[in-house]
C-alpha cells in the first residue's frame, strides 16, 4: 500500500486548511484510514482515523476543529482543518490498515505550519 498526502502548507492562526491522502498499490481490505502527527520534539499523535463504513474517532484537541472524511471509490482520506492554532503546527502523516493484516502503512508526511 502507498499513501501519498498533499494540501499542506503555510496559515495564519484561524485559518483552514485540507489534506488528501490517496492510497493505491494492494488497496483491497483497506478498512482504517487517518492521521497522526508529529510536532518536533514531540511523539507522533493520533488526531482522527474513519473506516471504510465512515465510523470516526478523533484525538479531543481536535475534535471541534478538524472532520474526516472519505471517498472510498478514490481511495482517499481527507482531513479538513478548520481554527488552526499555532500548536497544530506538525507534521501530518496518513496512515492505512487493512484487514486480516498487521501492518500499519504509512504516507511521507505533509509539513503544515500555522503561523502569522
Known amino acids: 500500500v502507498q499513501l501519498v498526502e498533499s494540501g499542506g502548507g503555510l496559515v495564519q492562526p484561524g485559518g483552514s486548511l485540507r489534506l488528501s491522502c490517496a492510497a493505491s498499490?494492494?488497496?483491497?481490505?483497506?478498512?482504517?484510514m487517518g492521521w497522526y502527527r508529529q510536532a518536533p520534539g514531540k511523539q507522533r499523535e493520533f488526531i482522527a482515523d474513519?473506516?471504510?463504513?465512515?465510523?470516526?474517532n478523533y484525538a479531543d484537541a481536535v475534535k471541534s476543529r478538524f472532520t474526516i472524511s472519505r471517498d472510498n471509490a478514490k481511495n482517499t482520506v481527507y482531513l479538513q482543518m478548520n481554527s488552526l492554532k499555532p500548536e497544530d503546527t506538525a507534521a501530518y502523516y496518513c496512515?492505512?490498515?487493512?484487514?486480516?493484516?498487521?501492518?500499519?502503512?504509512w504516507g511521507q508526511g505533509t509539513q503544515v505550519t500555522v503561523s502569522s
Open positions: 496512515h492505512a490498515r487493512r484487514d486480516y493484516d498487521t501492518n500499519i502503512y
Open positions: 498499490g494492494s488497496i483491497s481490505r483497506i478498512n482504517t
Open positions: 474513519i473506516t471504510r463504513y465512515a465510523s470516526k
